[in-house]
């Protein structure tokens, strides 16, 4: 009897192993494959806080195309993700992206490191050629309404980052707390992270969410000029 228990937990050992291998066999696969991912984090920064730290490092001149002037939220990228994971650098070398195409993104991603990066590290994964990709960009952008009091934030504020999400869903009609999260650096905020599916629609990603700002309280410093 002892011996039949023996066997039968290490069949059912094996057929775990099995099991197992077999589901990381398949995230091999996929990985880093162009256009095989499950949605799109669209990734907001807010700027003030971005340009503040940059002055803390010394690096306000690196910064100076976008902190010279008075942005709230902008767009840090899209991203596409796995529900576990998320895949980068797709292509290497990666397609040269079109000047043009960079110049054209800068009313919401205000650096052109910063496009020319997001293109090699993310959109190279979209399986989107990079036209489509930074228009995919744009709506997904259009798709998340910026509550009005952020705009022009004249002053410092303190604020709950479960208050910041509550704000987001308040005006985005079908957005729920599942798809979206808040994340910090030390005491400010970073940046506010939205989850879209593939057309753009609103999605869960507890993932995502797991990895959200646990502080009670972020602080937002204000608009340049706001």
């Given amino acids: 009897m002892h011996r039949s228990i023996i066997i039968s937990r290490l069949l059912i050992s094996l057929a775990l192993v099995v099991v197992l291998a077999g589901m990381a066999s398949a995230q091999d696969r996929r990985q880093n494959a162009p256009g095989e991912f499950d949605f799109y984090v669209l990734a907001l920064s807010w700027s003030p806080s971005f340009c503040e730290a940059a002055a803390e490092r010394g690096n306000s001149g690196r910064s100076q195309a976008q902190c010279s002037r008075s942005y709230s939220f902008v767009v840090h990228g899209l991203w596409p993700q796995y529900e576990r994971g998320f895949p980068e650098y797709c292509q290497r070398p990666s397609p040269r992206l079109d000047r043009n195409i960079m110049t054209s993104m ?121």
């Fill in 106 to 226: 800068l009313d919401l991603m205000p650096a052109p490191g910063l496009i020319f990066n997001e293109w090699d590290k993310h959109g190279t994964c979209s399986g989107l050629g990079a036209r489509a990709y930074f228009e995919s960009i744009r709506k997904a952008r259009a798709a998340v309404k910026i509550p009005e009091e952020f705009l022009q934030l004249s002053e410092e504020k303190t604020i709950a980052p479960g208050d910041l999400e509550e704000a987001f869903i308040k005006i985005n009609p079908g957005l729920s707390s599942s798809a979206i999260s808040v994340t910090c650096s030390s005491r400010r905020l970073s940046e506010v992270r939205v989850c879209l599916s593939k057309d753009m629609q609103f999605r869960a990603c507890e993932e995502i969410d797991r990895r959200a700002c646990r502080r009670d309280e972020v602080v937002m410093p204000p608009v340049r000029g706001g």
